[in-house]
Nanobody, 132 residues
Framework: VQLQASGGGLVQSGGSLRLSCAAS????????IGWFRQAPGKEPEGVSC????????????YYAESAKGRFTIFKDKDKNTVFLQMNSLKPEDTATYYC??????????????????????WGKGTQVTVSS
């Protein structure tokens, strides 16, 4: 099981980034995938999560209050990748972003959300920096 996060970078306030979480060794369709972030000196926090899409087309999606209306999580099953589209970025979005996979598959929710207790596999982070 491997998760490769990418797409971070430096962007001005109000700009957009699309983070990618490329999966290998398993099918993203079967598992909940979440995005988490950690800023220096702060506790990790859940940003967004999408449930297993094995039995539905789009799954159930979850967002932190700070992300609602600005971020969109979705799966590309053909690419076996989960994306996080981030619009209207703010300096407080600056953090290292990680994607993670749930321990167990075929769940209609995101186990442990908004915490990470249900996640068992993590990719390396990608840095997002939003300048004011």
């Amino acid at each position: 099981v491997q998760l490769q996060a990418s797409g971070g970078g430096l962007v001005q306030s109000g700009g957009s980034l699309r983070l990618s979480c490329a999966a290998s060794g398993f099918n993203v369709d079967y598992y909940a995938i979440g995005w988490f972030r950690q800023a220096p000196g702060k506790e990790p926090e859940g940003v967004s999560c999408i449930s297993s899409t094995r039995y539905t087309n789009y799954g159930n999606t979850y967002y932190a209050e700070s992300a609602k209306g600005r971020f969109t999580i979705f799966k590309d099953k053909d690419k076996n990748t989960v994306f996080l589209q981030m619009n209207s970025l703010k300096p407080e979005d600056t953090a290292t972003y990680y994607c993670a996979r749930a321990v167990f598959g075929s769940t209609p929710s995101c186990p442990g959300w908004p915490g990470s207790s249900g996640m068992g596999y993590w990719g390396k982070g990608t840095q997002v920096t939003v300048s004011s």
